[in-house]
T-cell receptor, first 113, second 115 residues
């Protein structure tokens, strides 16, 4: 059974800092891994999708890496801003568990002005 | 183009009643999946539909059901509501399942409160 964990559970940083969010998964047989952000009371917004054959993806100040063999992904946020405050979730999609997405519990990020 | 649309956004039901939630996927997307999000359990997969057929089902009781129409719109139904069914129900769409490059897009969700 695929299990996804995220560390840390919560993070509070001053504006301008670079930060790293971690995601780990137990079954390396995945199609892809996706990072999302969720604002309070809202749905999820897709940030980055990394296919299993890729090592990383970049979008603006965000960079996500994937090490499938070790079951890890990191989301790097450069020059954090108060608008980055949200919960960040990673999810993996694979064949061994019916191709549905399995989500981690999320990291709650607060960027202080 | 329009995103994933879910209706209603908020609803309150009484224990024992039943509820139907609706989801319209992004145009061209044929796969629709449903998730339940609660503070205690996080995001949990309910089921996924593709071409009007249920492809996968999560570990939920039979009170939770769904269907997909020929235009890819989907509904989910929860019968005999329990207090523990109070949650944010999220619908997501993607082009098709089983392809590594398919990004999944979520709607804003339907907030269900059971009293």
């Amino acid at each position: 059974k695929q299990e996804v964990t995220q560390i840390p559970a919560a993070l509070s940083v001053p504006e301008g800092e670079n930060l790293v969010l971690n995601c780990s998964f137990t079954d390396s047989a995945i199609y892809n891994l996706q990072w999302f952000r969720q604002d309070p009371g809202k749905g999820l917004t897709s940030l980055l999708l990394i296919q299993s054959s890729q090592r990383e993806q970049t979008s603006g100040r965000l960079n996500a890496s994937l090490d499938k063999s070790s079951g890890r992904s990191t989301l790097y946020i450069a020059a954090s801003q108060p608008g980055d405050s949200a919960t960040y979730l990673c999810a993996v999609n694979g064949d061994n568990y019916g191709q549905n997405f399995v989500f981690g519990p999320g990291t709650r990020l607060s960027v202080l002005p | 183009k329009a995103g994933v649309t879910q209706t209603p956004r908020y609803l309150i039901k009484t224990r024992g009643q039943q509820v139907t939630l609706s989801c319209s996927p992004i145009s061209g997307h044929r796969s629709v999946s449903w998730y339940q999000q609660t503070p205690g359990q996080g995001l949990q997969f309910l089921f996924e539909y593709f071409s009007e057929t249920q492809r996968n089902k999560g570990n939920f009781p039979g009170r939770f059901s769904g269907r997909q129409f020929s235009n890819s719109r989907s509904e989910m139904n929860v019968s005999t509501l329990e207090l523990g069914d109070s949650a944010l129900y999220l619908c997501a769409s993607r082009l098709a399942p089983g392809q590594a490059g398919n990004t999944i897009y979520f709607g804003e969700g339907s907030w269900l409160t059971v009293v």
